[in-house]
């Protein structure tokens, strides 16, 4: 029941299905190039499943161990990672997908992330964060990041830039050259302030819960200017989006994040074919094209559909998280995704949006660390039933099977006629 532990590259870590790699694509984007390249080698090497993480990651399931280094190679030819351990093991930046391609963002999100990682490949006292510890760069615009679960975020401020930390929403001004160096400040304050506490918190709200927000802005020698109105997750906008100038974006959702490595290549050919030959990712498990003309949005529905991704907006897997259950990790004791997708085909949770049920394979939760309005934790082959928690909190019902479930959501409000 570990908890705290993230796989990378250069770190893979053993599952039920063999050992898993995530590959932390900078700025939120991979070239068609490298999408078809990364699915290639996951096929050969590993066991040709993908994950789309809530980090905006790509994780790669299923590898021997003599798989990862030829799978490694890959990834490094590619530009999409670092070939220092610990580096890529605190390099976790997510930014906005759209970047600059968006003329409603307040600033340069994707430039600010590539500043941030060139710090942190350049601060080896920053290799001591925990696994976990990230930044975010949030420039709103027409797919702000809203609440990523990051320790430090940046977003859109009344100068330009502000920076918060979770857990509070005190905020301060940050001018956009400054931004690596403010999360350098910030991280070092982390350390510094949670090494002195008897027991040494591994995020930052936990630090902040402890100190206050005060505290680590002075620690980092910041003064700040007021609170902002911290902006949860927003529900995933899937489908065609128009930007100014004649273009848009297509953002295509990922059942429970995950899809299979020729997937991952058709994509790639609709990059090339209809829009920059980028794919980029977001914290909603879901992935976006950019550069479509507004004609050409049916055609490219289509392809993404045909790939065996989300094109409707209405589709009752946007209102669910699903971990990887059995038998791809060890401590799940339910198929998760299996009975997730059936579910979903039930009709139980037709007509949401947002994330309302969360499957998750057992008490960790690691899928979605957070209340949801119903959560599923595997125990023992069957389900607990949380209403308004987490999956480690006290469950209302206990032992279900997947028909049971059904049958406890078909009594909630959403379920009844209106």
């Given amino acids: 029941m570990r908890k705290g532990w993230c796989p990378s590259l250069l770190t893979p870590m ?47 399931r299923g590898f021997s161990p003599d798989g990862i280094a030829p799978f490694a190679d890959v990834v490094f030819r590619h530009g999409l990672a670092h070939d220092s351990a610990p580096v890529e093991q605190v390099r976790n930046v997510a930014a906005s997908p759209l970047g600059a391609d968006d003329p409603t963002a307040t600033f340069g999100a994707h430039r600010a992330a590539r500043a941030i990682e060139a710090m942190l490949a350049m601060s080896p006292e920053l290799f001591a964060l925990p696994g976990k510890f990230g ?42 050259e400054d931004v690596p160096a403010v999360a350098r400040a910030l991280a070092l ?35 700040p200017v007021g609170k902002g109105t911290p902006v949860g997750r927003p529900a995933p906008r899937i489908g065609y989006g128009d930007l100014a100038g004649g273009s848009g974006f297509f953002l295509a959702g990922v059942a429970f994040g995950a899809l299979e490595a020729g997937a991952l290549s058709r994509l790639a050919d609709l990059a090339e074919d209809f ?20 004609e050409a949005a049916d055609a490219v529905a289509e392809g993404v559909a045909a790939a065996g991704l989300i094109t409707d907006p209405a589709d009752p897997r946007l209102a669910m998280v699903a971990c990887s ?10 198929a998760t995704r299996v ?24 008490a960790k939760g690691c899928a979605h660390p957070r209340p949801a309005a119903v959560t599923l934790a595997g125990r023992n082959g069957a389900y607990d039933v949380i209403l308004n928690g987490r999956a480690d909190a006290a469950p209302h019902f206990t032992g279900l099977d997947v028909e049971g479930v059904i049958a406890v959501l078909a009594t909630a409000p959403w379920s009844k006629p209106r």
């Fill in 189 to 223: 304050a982390f350390l510094d302030l949670a090494k002195a506490r008897s027991d040494p918190p591994r995020r930052m709200r936990h630090l902040v819960d402890a100190v206050g927000a005060e505290a680590v802005f002075r620690h980092a020698g910041l003064a």
């Fill in 14 to 60: 053993a599952s039920g299905d063999g050992f898993l790699a995530r590959v932390k694509p900078t700025a939120a984007t991979v070239s068609a190039e490298a999408a078809r390249a990364l699915a290639e080698a996951a096929q050969r090497y590993g066991n040709g499943l993908v994950d789309v993480t809530n980090r905006s990651n790509l994780q790669f």
């Fill in 339 to 362: 009975d997730a997708a059936r579910i979903a085909a039930s009709g139980v949770l037709d007509g949401l949006s947002g994330t309302t049920l969360h499957v998750s394979g057992c």
């Fill in 325 to 334: 259950g059995t038998p791809a990790c060890e401590s799940a004791t339910a």
């Fill in 135 to 176: 930044f975010s760069v949030d420039g709103g615009g027409a797919l702000p990041l809203g609440d990523v679960g990051a320790d430090v975020l940046f977003v859109p401020g009344s100068s330009g830039v502000a920076v918060r930390v979770a857990g509070a929403p005190l905020m301060a001004d940050c001018a956009e």
């Fill in 275 to 294: 829009e920059d030959g980028t794919i980029r990712l977001t914290p909603w498990r879901s992935l976006v094209l950019v550069g479509i003309a507004a």
